[in-house]
Each structure stands twice: as C-alpha cells, then as structure tokens.
C-alpha cells in the first residue's frame, strides 16, 4: 500500500472518530450564551468570526450545519481540521499567507459577498499562542463585512501539551460562550493603524476569553 493512500486512510479515519467525538463530547454540555444578539445570522454580507483555536472544539459542534466556512492552513494540521468539520456542516477555504494567500483571499471575499460567514482562529494554524495574526484584519477591511469575536470556554475540560492547550470538554460539564459587538474595519487604515488595531483585536479577544473563564467557574 502506497504512503499516499494511507495517509489518504488517515484523513478518512480522523474526519469520522474526530466528528463522533466531537458529537458525543459536547452534547453533553450545558453552554449559556452572553450576547448571542451579535452572532451574525448571514443576512446580506456575511460576518467574520474569530475565536482562538484551543477553543474550537465546542464551536464547531454548536455551530454545526449553518454553511460557516472555515479559513484553514494547507498544512497537514488544516486536513485534519477540513475532514472534521466537513462531516459536521462546514466548507472550508483553503490557503495560508505564504501559500495561496491571495487565492485564499479571493474566495473568502467571494464567500462573505453571497452572505456566507466566515470562521477564523487568528492564532491559527500553529500560534503564537492567543496572539492575533492580521489575516481577519485584512479580510475585513476589504472585504467591509463586520468582524465577530467569541471565546468559549468550558468548566471542566483536559488540556493537550499542545502549542495552544487545546480544551477537550468534559462530558456534562457547563460552558460560558461570550460574543462581542460587531467590528467595522474602515478600509483607508494606515499599516500603524492597522497593526493598533489588531492589538486591540488580541486584547479585546483574551478579555472575552477571561470573562468567560471566570462565568465557566462562576456558580451562580
């Protein structure tokens, strides 16, 4: 057997027990939304939606089956994602920054223009950890659809020795997801507007991130 067609098997096998995973994990949570009027609800242009990649495990099983397409690396790492997610509702667009990167660019803006949203973890495919990376800044001053930041995190979760701490969720355990407002990006920035403003992005990320840690443990 060719190393091509088991990796091929490989792809095949994650996408199946990682999905049925994912479904048999977070059914089990009891997630409370704080501001869910800023999700977007693809009316007209669609939304970016950004949220660090240790938290995507929970998002992709809440927000399953609504034509969200993921932004993914063309690394082996983004197969493994596209497989997943593929069986849980999600296209995907495919590149990076070196890449495929104007492609990439080209679809999303495609994509966002027929009202479809757009998720993005901006710390994504391989960190910094939490550090925002300009790709969804860029996207959203060309493309002029709104930028939606969330953090999910969960109560009781195992953390992975990966680069991010990835959270798996522990069954019947509760969840707090935190939506902003919705973010305009004029399109005229300055790049030393552009670069305050994506570190506004990443604090503004890390705070939803903190309050939803603190509701997560929060009894009341």
Known sequence: MSVKLLQKMKFRIVGFLGSLLVRVLIFTLRVRTVGESHLPHSAGKGAICCFWHAQLLALVYLYRNRNIHVLVSRHRDGEYIVRVTDRLGFGAVRGSSTRGGVRL??????????????????????????????????????????????????????????????????????????????????????????????????????????????MAKSKS
Request: aromatic residues 8%.
């Open 105 to 214: 660019l080209g679809e999303a803006l495609e994509k966002l223009s027929q009202g479809i949203d757009i998720a993005v973890t901006p710390d994504g495919p391989r960190g910094p950890r939490q550090q925002f990376k300009p790709g969804a800044l860029f996207l959203a001053r060309k493309s002029g659809a709104p930028l939606v930041l969330g953090a999910c995190v969960p109560e009781k979760a195992w953390r992975l020795k990966s680069w991010d701490q990835f959270y798996i969720p522990k069954p019947f355990s509760r969840a707090v997801l935190v939506v902003g407002e919705r973010i305009y990006i004029p399109n005229k920035l300055t790049d030393h507007e552009m670069e305050t403003k994506r570190l506004e992005l990443q604090d503004l990320l890390n705070e939803l991130t903190r309050q939803a840690e603190e």
